[in-house]
């Protein structure tokens, strides 16, 4: 089963996320893709994986090729999230790659590991305004990766202030 | 407590007064005056949100205390979230505040109304 979770920024998407995995209690575990920035996020980060431990999740982070982690199969996995592993696959040293065909691609192989993938995006291009090329292309990255995810999953779900709007599929009890 | 929110301009306050019968001097225009506790309805909150960060106040604390003392107002915000990450710091605060705030609001709410395009759509509580 693969679920899709969009919205804005501190919507509750990943509370709710966490609340779809809440019944699951082993092989659970939080792929975290945000690379940490300054000594706070670090903090930050060692808080946040506490508080996940006590949910039975475990911690992995992996910012780019999410298909190298190491994982038993029929597991549970809360991918978080497609903006921040989008653009780090992107903008690595001075290059900018184009990185849906190769995220989409681990992703099948992630959800052939899985009997539950969550995953997390943003909805980033709803804000009007003209960026640079680069910040233009990653907006358009993350609508064509949006479309593809949601095309492959069986649950896709707006996130609007905490409240679930399932836009295709349904939420599974 | 009703909670209605949407995009800039998507009919949210003519929504509003056409609905629950209310006129101009009903609502609260939160970029102007943050004295809530005697109004119907209050607009324009994320404004007053980022009015409260820039004053370095908890805009967390003020929800609360709003709910606490105007238990049955109508609230009306701008959903903000949904773009680039601004690199700006305090563009990136008010966003999150503004996020979290509309959570908050919303998990109190005994009614949530999003407009879109002029139409609202119950997305907590019983219909209109």
Redesign the interface.
């Given at each position: 089963m693969m679920i899709l979770i969009t919205?804005?920024?501190?919507?509750?998407k990943s509370s709710l996320a966490e609340r779809l995995l809440q019944n699951i209690s082993k092989n659970k575990y939080y792929l975290a893709t945000m690379k940490p920035f300054g000594e706070d996020a670090h903090q930050a980060i060692s808080r946040h994986r506490e508080m996940r431990k006590a949910k039975n999740f475990i911690t992995i982070e992996q910012y780019t090729d999410i298909d190298k982690i190491q994982i038993p199969a029929h597991s549970a996995v809360l991918l978080e999230c497609m903006?921040n592993l989008c653009a780090n696959e992107m903008f690595r040293e001075d290059e900018i790659f184009y990185p849906v065909e190769k995220i989409i691609r681990n992703l099948k192989f992630l959800h052939a590991m899985t009997d539950m993938l969550v995953i997390v995006t943003n909805?980033?291009?709803?804000?009007?305004?003209s960026?640079s090329a680069g910040?233009m292309q990653?907006?358009s990255a993350m609508a064509e990766l949006n479309q593809n995810i949601a095309q492959m999953a069986d649950t896709v779900i707006e996130c609007?202030?905490?409240?679930p709007?399932v836009i295709k599929g349904e939420i599974p009890c | 407590m009703i909670l209605v929110i949407g995009g800039a301009h998507a009919g949210k306050t003519e929504f509003v007064k056409k609905h629950f019968n209310l006129s101009e001097s009903d609502i609260l225009d939160a970029s102007e005056n943050q004295n809530f506790q005697n109004a119907k309805c209050i607009r324009n909150y994320h404004i007053l949100i980022q009015k409260l960060c820039e004053e370095n106040a908890d805009p967390l604390a003020f929800t609360e205390r709003l709910m606490q003392e105007n238990p049955d107002c109508i609230v009306i915000t701008n959903e903000i979230g949904c773009g680039i990450v601004p690199i700006d710091k305090s563009e990136r605060l008010w966003r999150e505040a503004c996020g979290k705030s509309s959570c908050l609001l919303a998990e109190r709410a005994e009614k949530v109304i999003r407009m879109l395009c002029g139409i609202p759509a119950v997305i907590k509580g019983k219909c209109l």
């Open positions: 919205g804005g920024s501190k919507c509750g903006g909805e980033v291009g709803m804000d009007g305004i960026y910040t990653y907006i609007v202030c905490g409240i709007l | -």
